[in-house]
């Protein structure tokens, strides 16, 4: 008897594929042993493959599957090594002279910050002392000043500049985004800053031909968009619906739309994707005769979903439909009708052997999994209950689209973004027909581009709509309870909670005595496993030393009590109080925040203040030292922590406190922490720079 699985090759290729590249990025230096086993197990299935008699020996029936699994396996781990740019001799960091400046081309359109100009550079070529060409790879994070030399910037633009770069810093806060990995699965690993000066423009405009025309066309349509569209927050919404264009999004629509659950509205999707793949369908309905015809609509179909895919700037979510809607066209070509899974599979497949990485994106991971949800959960739920009024029912399939996508994806969506939309099923009820309508109005207004009078009204439409949709999204937000947030689960817990999902779901379709079992065990893990965690959460005790650029955060964490002595302006500000510190307050379950003047063992002095606790005692300075204090005695202190730039000279302090840790927070001024840290290492004392060193806790 088969397996259930035996129906999805695609699918199962898919998560071993995934497994191997997964093995790489743990494991990214064995690509010897790799390539070992890739050739023992390709030639063992080469043979299994040949030799038909050994199909007819059931008790190693088993080594053929076994064979293509390790095969699998170390194929993505060798694909994935070879797609890591960092280990190739020739990369431009690995260079053994001495490089002056760096030959280099702009990868895709500068992103506008403000007050400069953000652009990846992929570096052709070093010139050395001498004045020799080197052939080169690799990336470089380039920030620009913006001035009227910046400006000129575009894709394809070739570049001369200094040799100078430094690695991407790894995060300086316990659970900060880590953006150092983030850009290595870019292949970015280096960055640098240039004003005017410090660049030539060598060459203009000399990128891909295709893609030049691409941001052409991309460009003209969002001044199309702009021309109707000119309040910030609607042409920002606007422009990621219509070209998956961002730079325009603020942090407030953002939060907005992630509050509601409709931050899908803010990218170009699958939704897209699926429209044209019809409107293509039935505009080439003519083509639909004979073989050869048929062949040529295929070949249209699929030529124009990728050219549209280019055009809103290839993200995971449009990758993903443009593969799979472009498989459907090429199975309905060939009078097939695959398994929706095996496409699903094949697709996901075949971006991740382009691009192994692509599998490190949360969005391929929600796309994906939505998409999963929606095909297989959706059926399922509809026929839960039955309308016979024709609207009521295409409201219910509206809102069992919701809950199959949200049911797939919530787990991964409280692992990353640590918050659940409660108000999901009714903000899509709007946003999606809403989402729809606007789509269509935006390709309307593109169309009717050369007749003016026509082009006013559809544009003046699509900025209301825009309007009424931003609109609706902020009512929502502001509903009490709209958002369950500061949830922190770790990856144990989030594949525990999947698997209680796909046994309940399973139980849904056919119930068992054995799924109930397993299921009561996953639920009873889940239990012991928060259990365990809180009960770290009321004993923990930990002083931490935030590393936040030109602030004072210091935190006293006892319980689920954090006593604080943190910049009020840093407190005021939310987003860098959630990109700093948030997050591990979440982890740590922080409910309560308090002044550190109210912890039971503080004591000011006339300096600062000290407080005892984990049988250390900590002295902090923060205040100007006009003369020394007279002592009789000196001050014992396990950790000295100086704050605000309090002294100009160290040896004033050390002359009445005697500190076995001496650390300098981010607040002080960096030349002070450099004399600093010359005292201490003359004095014997170990010394941190908060600013350079990252955090520090006890």
């Not at 006013?456 to 502001?478: P, R």
Request: aromatic share 14%; proline share 4%; hydrophobic share 50%.
């Amino acid at each position: 008897m088969l397996s259930p699985w035996s129906r999805f090759p695609a699918v199962r290729l898919a998560i071993i594929f995934i497994a191997g590249i997964a093995l790489h990025i743990l494991l990214p230096y064995h690509w010897q042993i790799a390539l070992s086993v890739w050739s023992i197990f390709g030639v063992a299935t080469f043979y299994f493959a040949l030799v038909k008699k050994f199909w007819l020996n059931r008790s190693v029936l088993f080594l053929p599957g076994l064979c293509t699994i390790f095969l699998v396996l170390a194929t993505a781990y060798l694909l994935t090594f070879a797609s890591t740019q960092i280990f190739y001799p020739s990369h431009f960091s690995k260079q053994i002279f001495k490089s002056k400046f760096l030959v280099a081309s702009v990868e895709k359109p500068p992103i506008d910050k403000g007050k400069s100009f953000r652009a990846i550079l992929s570096i052709n070529g070093t010139i050395d002392s001498l004045g020799k060409r080197h052939t080169t790879k690799g990336k470089l994070l380039t920030t620009f000043l913006k001035d009227s030399h910046s400006t000129e910037l575009e894709y394809g633009s070739v570049l001369l500049i200094p040799a100078s770069y430094s690695e991407i810093e790894s995060p300086k806060n316990p659970e900060q985004f880590n953006y150092k990995e983030f850009m290595s699965f870019q292949n970015v690993y280096h960055q640098t800053f240039l004003n005017g000066k410090d660049w030539q423009l060598v060459q203009g405009n000399v990128g891909n031909k295709f893609f030049i025309k691409i941001y052409q066309l991309r460009d003209a349509l969002f001044a199309q968009i702009s021309k109707y569209v000119s309040t910030k927050n609607e042409l920002g919404v606007a422009s990621a619906l219509m070209l998956g264009y961002n730079d325009f999004i603020t942090p407030e629509v953002t939060s907005a739309y992630a509050a509601s659950g409709a931050l899908h509205v803010l990218s170009v999707s699958g939704l897209h994707v699926g429209m044209v793949y019809i409107v293509l369908s039935r505009l080439l309905f003519f083509l639909n005769k004979t073989k050869r015809t048929r062949l040529l609509q295929t070949v249209l179909i699929v030529v124009l979903i990728w050219i549209y895919a280019c055009l809103t700037g290839l993200s995971p979510s449009v990758l993903r439909s443009a593969a799979m809607f472009s498989m459907m066209a090429i199975g309905k070509q060939f009078s097939t009708r695959p398994n929706i899974f095996n496409i699903i599979g094949a697709s996901a497949l075949l971006l991740m052997i382009f691009n192994p990485f692509i599998m490190t994106e949360v969005g391929f991971k929600l796309s994906y999994l939505a998409v999963i949800g929606i095909v297989y959960l959706q059926p399922i739920i509809v026929k839960w209950v039955s309308f016979k009024n024709k609207i009521v029912h295409a409201v219910w399939e509206v809102t069992a689209v919701s809950i199959a996508a949200q049911v797939a994806t919530f787990p991964l969506g409280l692992y990353y973004f640590h918050q659940f939309p409660n108000l999901f099923l009714i903000s899509n009820l709007i946003v999606i027909p809403v989402g729809w309508l606007l789509i269509h109005t935006g390709i309307l207004l593109f169309m009717l581009s050369p007749i003016q009078s026509l082009q006013w009204l559809v544009g003046k439409a699509f900025y209301w709509l825009t309007l009424g949709l931003n609109k609706f999204i902020f009512a929502m937000e502001e509903i009490p309870y709209s958002i369950l947030n500061g949830i922190s689960i770790s990856a144990i817990e989030m594949f525990l909670i999947y698997a209680a999902v796909l046994l309940c779901i399973s139980l849904i379709v056919v119930v068992k005595a054995e799924k109930i079992k397993v299921l009561a065990v996953v639920i009873l893990l889940l239990v012991v496993w928060n259990g365990f965690e809180f009960i770290q959460q009321q004993n923990q005790q930990k002083i931490i030393c935030y590393s936040v650029k030109g602030k004072q955060a210091l935190a006293l964490i006892e319980g689920n009590t954090a006593f604080i002595d943190f910049d009020s302006a840093l407190l005021n500000n939310k987003s860098a109080m959630l990109f700093n510190v948030q997050h591990h307050w979440w982890q740590l379950g922080v409910q309560n925040i308090k002044p550190i003047s109210k912890y039971h063992n503080f004591y000011q002095t006339d300096f600062g203040y000290a407080f005892n606790t984990k049988g250390k005692q900590f002295l902090v300075i923060n205040k100007k030292q006009k003369q020394t204090p007279k002592l009789k005695n000196h001050i014992p202190s396990d950790v000295l922590l100086l704050s605000n730039s309090p002294t100009k000279y160290l040896k004033p302090i050390l002359s009445f406190v005697e500190p076995k840790t001496l650390i300098a927070d981010a607040s002080n001024k960096n030349y002070l922490v450099k004399n600093w840290q010359k005292t201490a290492a003359q004095q014997k004392i170990d010394f941190k720079s908060v600013a350079k060193a990252g955090y520090q806790e006890w």
